[in-house]
C-alpha cells in the first residue's frame, strides 16, 4: 500500500504541476496577446494624431496664404487709389509720364537683351506708336524663337504706315525705317 500511496502521490504531483505549466503557459500567452493589441492600438493613435497634426498645418498654412493674398489686393487697390487721387493732383500728369519713361527704357533694354534689333523712335512722347513698335519688334523676336531659327543680326523694323522708301515718306509714322546695327547708320 505505500507503494500505491506514492504512486497515487506521484501522479497527484505530476497533474497539479502540468496543470500549472499549462496555466503559466495561458498567462505567458494572454500576455503577450494583451501587449501585442496595446502596441497595435498605440500605433493607431500616432498615426491617427500625425494624420491630425498635418491635417491642421495644412489648415493653418492655408489661411496664411489667403490672408496674405488678401493683404497684398488691399494693398495694391489701395495703391491704385493712392495713384488716382495723385493723377488727379497738380504735377500727378508729369509723374505719370515720367513713370511711362522709366517703363518705355526698361522695355527697351529688355528688347535689347532677347533681340539683335533695336527699335528707335523720331517721336518718343507719342505713346501709341512706341506701344506699336515695340509690339512689333516682340512679335518678330517671337516668331523667330517659335521657328527654331535665330534672329537676323540686321533688321528693319518700320514704324506704322512706313510705305517701304528710305528717307521721310508719306505716312502715319513719318515712313522712316528703324534700322538695325550695321545698316544705314550714316545714311540720313
Do not use: C
Amino acid at each position: 500500500m505505500d507503494k500505491q500511496a506514492a504512486a497515487e502521490r506521484n501522479r497527484r504531483e505530476m497533474v497539479i504541476k502540468a496543470e500549472g505549466e499549462k496555466r503559466a503557459q495561458e498567462l505567458k500567452s494572454e500576455g503577450i496577446k494583451i501587449k501585442l493589441r496595446n502596441e497595435s492600438e498605440g500605433e493607431l493613435i500616432k498615426t491617427k494624431n500625425e494624420a491630425e497634426a498635418r491635417k491642421q498645418q495644412y489648415i493653418l498654412e492655408g489661411e496664411g496664404e489667403a490672408k496674405a493674398i488678401r493683404l497684398k489686393a488691399e494693398a495694391f487697390a489701395e495703391s491704385i487709389r493712392v495713384v488716382a487721387h495723385s493723377l488727379g493732383e497738380e504735377q500727378g500728369q508729369d509723374a505719370a509720364q515720367l513713370q511711362v519713361a522709366k517703363d518705355y527704357i526698361g522695355m527697351y533694354g529688355l528688347m535689347g537683351s532677347q533681340s539683335h534689333t533695336m527699335v528707335f523712335s523720331e517721336r518718343p512722347g507719342d505713346v501709341n506708336a512706341l506701344f506699336a513698335q515695340a509690339a512689333l519688334a516682340l512679335q518678330a523676336a517671337g516668331k523667330s524663337s517659335v521657328s527654331g531659327s535665330a534672329p537676323s543680326p540686321v533688321s528693319v523694323v518700320p514704324t506704322p504706315g512706313y510705305n517701304g522708301e528710305r528717307g521721310f515718306g508719306g505716312g502715319i509714322g513719318g515712313g522712316k525705317p528703324r534700322v538695325g546695327p550695321g545698316e544705314g547708320a550714316s545714311e540720313s
